[in-house]
C-alpha cells in the first residue's frame, strides 16, 4: 500500500512533464516505423523521414522542455543524411552498424575457433579483403564450382597482385626493423646497380 501511494505521489509530481515525454517518445517511435521498412526503397524511407523531421521541426513546441532533444535528434539525423539511405537501395547490405558488427564479429569467433589465437591473425590484416569477403559471402550462400569457374580471372588476378605486395611491405618492414643498417645497404646498393649502363 505504501509502494502504491509512493508511486501515485511521484506520478502527481510529474504530471506536468508526461504530455512532452510522450510527444518525444511518439516521434522517435514513427522514426524507427519508418527506417525499419526493410522491404521499401531508399527514395521512400527518405521521404517519410524528410516529412517526419520537418513535422518535428514545425511542432517541437510540443515537446515542451525536451524541444533542445528534438532539435538534436534532426540536427544529427540531417548530419547522417547522405549515407543514411543506401542499406535500401543495396539487396543484403546490412542497414545498421549493429548487423555490421555482428558480421564481423561472427567472422572473429569464426577464425579465434579454427586457429586458437585470442587477437586477430597477421594474415587476416595482409589477406582481409579476399578473406573477409570469401568468409561473409559462404555464410550467406553456397558456394559452387560453377561461381568459381566464372569468376573474372584479370580481376583475380590484379586482387592476388595487391596482396602480394601488402605482404612484401610487410616483409620489408619486418626486415628493416631486425637490421636497419643491412636493409638500407641493400637498398641503396640496389639503386646503384639500377644507374649502372648495361
Known sequence: MRLKGAIDRALAAT???WPAVRAGFAWVRRAAHVLGRVESDGATVRAGLAGLLGAMTR???AAGALAGGVDHFVKVT????PGLFAGYDVP????????????FGSHRYHERRATGRKGASPA???RGAAR?????ATRAREVTAADLASADLGAWKGLRAQLEERRQRRVDRRRFRR???GY???LENKLNQSGLPA
Open 15 to 17: 504530471a506536468a512533464l
Open 132 to 136: 573477409l569477403v570469401a568468409g561473409l
Open 92 to 103: 543484403g547490405l546490412p542497414r545498421t552498424n549493429n548487423d555490421l558488427e555482428r558480421a
Open 78 to 81: 540531417r548530419s547522417y543524411w
Open 184 to 186: 638500407l645497404n641493400d
Open 59 to 61: 511542432h517541437r513546441a
Open 179 to 181: 637490421d636497419p643498417d
Open 124 to 126: 587476416l590484416v595482409l
